[in-house]
């Protein structure tokens, strides 16, 4: 969790709203920089497609939480 959580401070500082970093640039338009930060986060956690699963488990809870005030 405290990964999450950091990840989303990161994504804070960068873009003004408070997303995992893994989020943000799974979003981002397929380019060399992505594919090489998505590479590097899938040997970091040991895990295949992993800035995609952060991506996904992020939409799934903005879409339960709804619309922001």
Do not use: K, N
């Not at 950091?6 to 920089?33: K, M, N």
């Amino acid at each position: 969790m405290f990964h999450w959580y950091a990840s989303s401070c990161i994504g804070l500082v960068l873009t003004g709203r408070f997303r995992p970093l893994c989020a943000i640039v799974h979003a981002l338009p397929d380019c060399q920089a992505r594919t090489m930060f998505a590479r590097d986060m899938d040997r970091r956690f040991r895990e295949e497609r992993h800035c995609e699963r952060i991506h996904d488990i992020w939409l799934i809870a903005s879409l339960l939480r709804g619309p922001s005030s």
